[in-house]
């Protein structure tokens, strides 16, 4: 029963907060079509979705600090899949910043709307905590998980 009211809770909140940055999102968008600004919109959606990725992952990463072990960080997961994924998310901010000669840049426009964008920062957002591991598990080192 303690297991599943913190599961459901733990979809509540994530339910609620991915509906309030949604809402708020398009207000944004509505205000930077307004006053002819997109910096907020871009900067608000690079980074709510990295943490929406990240709240994905809260949850687990609460019951695996119950244990009371120490953590070290699978660096491979964060090369391989980390880093690509913070650099498609942050395209169209980096784009503001250092203009458009980016690479992938047209790849990642070219999909249209930012969604390929925020996909991305949901996966670093979840990668980010989920790289986090116990020194416990090391021990399997060789096997492929």
Do not use: H
């Amino acid at each position: 029963m303690k297991r599943f009211l913190f599961i459901f809770l733990s979809t509540v909140i994530v339910g609620g907060v991915f509906y309030m940055g949604m809402e708020y999102q398009m207000r944004l968008r509505e205000r930077s079509a307004i006053v002819f600004d997109i910096k907020p919109y871009i900067i608000f959606a690079s980074i709510f979705f990295i943490l929406m990725g990240m709240l994905l992952r809260l949850p687990k990463l609460i019951i695996e600090i119950k244990d009371k072990k120490r953590w070290s960080i699978d660096w491979v997961k964060v090369l391989v899949i980390g880093i690509p994924s913070i650099y498609i998310a942050m395209i169209p901010l980096m784009a503001i910043v250092y203009g458009k000669n980016l690479l992938f840049f047209n790849e990642v426009m070219l999909l249209g709307d930012f969604s390929f964008t925020y996909i991305a920062g949901v996966i670093f957002g979840f990668v980010l905590l989920d790289s986090l591991k116990s020194n416990d598990s090391s021990n399997d080192k060789g096997k492929l998980a």
